[in-house]
């Protein structure tokens, strides 16, 4: 196929470019050309989609996979200049477009409504506008695209390159434990959770486009395939050492002030307005082929990626708990 990608350096993209190379795809990358030393050999068209579409004037692909669409009128913009020169339109959107996290959501629930915002034009991305700036630049697709858009939905997507420091925050915490020594534990052992290696992301959404599918798929791991205690174990095993968990109930952890998913990543209380965020139904996408890597696979080549990276950029400033704050959370927890 010959693919359109918009972005194609960073974590989503990078990964996609690399598997279509692999499956002898025809990949041309649109993106601000900052990284330019990654795939010299491909097409590049070289703009910025928050006002400059010009590169994009002329040419036809078999598909477009738009990676980092996050405003409605910029993926409106490209939706609506590359109708009639595209075949497919695939939209990496985000499990977090559902209007509420109370229960499981499927494809069918309900979409969060930018007009529910407190500032329905606004263009600020943030916990709040996210899912439901997601969901209007669906709309956009579908309005353009109908039965050819194709709307991927990822939960967080974790493996190599990932920028967001949420998951690696967990092999990287392990690699520098000592045998014995007491690692903060938050939840419960047999929580669920609920995530997707970006490569199986980009595997899934190729198959997708050489099948021809459209519509909506939540593309993530099975509700309770995996439990919390079986990744920090599998992080352990992976760094090879054999820490004594200290678990930190909800209620304790939010009375000592600690915040969810971006202190202690991957912890969502299980009484809160996100209790039911890592439960959604990925059974279409099951049944159109999505495959999952086992947790031991992706928790390795996470920490391998991140030990090789140079010492400054290994350093958690985007999520996770500084030590001297996991210290005293932890002393405060054993006092109780």
């Not at 990608?5 to 041309?28: K, N, S, W, Y």
Request: aromatic share 8%; charged share 20%.
């Amino acid at each position: 196929m010959k693919l359109l990608i918009l972005g194609g350096t960073q974590f989503v993209g990078r990964h996609l470019v690399e598997a279509a190379l692999a499956r002898g795809h025809e990949p041309t990358l649109f993106n601000r050309g900052r990284n330019a030393a990654l795939f010299p050999q491909l097409e590049r068209r070289v703009g910025d989609r928050r006002g400059d579409l010009s590169a994009l004037a002329l040419g036809e692909w078999d598909a477009v996979i738009d990676t980092c669409g996050y405003l409605p009128r910029e993926v409106e913009a490209s939706a609506a200049l590359l109708r009639g020169r595209v075949g497919r339109y695939l939209f990496v959107s985000s499990a977090s477009v559902y209007a509420g996290f109370a229960a499981p959501n499927d494809e069918g629930s309900p979409l969060g409504r930018v007009e529910d915002l407190p500032d329905p034009a606004t263009e600020v991305v943030d916990g709040s506008s996210y899912g439901p700036l997601k969901a209007a630049c669906e709309a956009r697709v579908r309005a353009h695209f109908g039965a050819a858009a194709l709307l991927i939905r990822p939960g967080l997507i974790v493996g190599p390159h990932d920028p967001t420091q949420r998951f690696s925050y967990w092999p990287a915490r392990l690699a520098r434990a000592a045998d014995g020594e007491a690692v903060l534990a938050p939840g419960r052992p047999d929580d669920g959770l609920q995530f997707i290696d970006v490569r199986d992301l980009a595997a899934f959404a190729l198959d997708a486009l050489t099948q021809g599918l459209g519509g909506a798929f939540n593309a993530l791991s099975a509700p309770g395939q995996w439990r919390r205690d079986e990744l920090l174990q599998a992080c352990a095993a992976a760094a090879g050492v054999a820490p004594r968990w200290v678990w930190g109930g909800d209620q304790p952890l939010l009375d000592l002030g600690l915040q969810p998913w971006t202190e202690l990543p991957l912890w969502l209380p299980a009484s809160g307005d996100h209790a039911a965020f890592m439960r959604c139904d990925n059974r279409a996408a099951l049944a159109a082929g999505l495959r999952i890597r086992p947790l031991a696979q992706t928790v390795a080549d996470t920490l391998a990626w991140w030990r090789g990276l140079p010492p400054e950029q290994q350093a958690f400033t985007k999520a996770g708990l500084a030590p001297q704050r996991e210290a005293e959370a932890l002393a405060a927890l054993q006092r109780a």
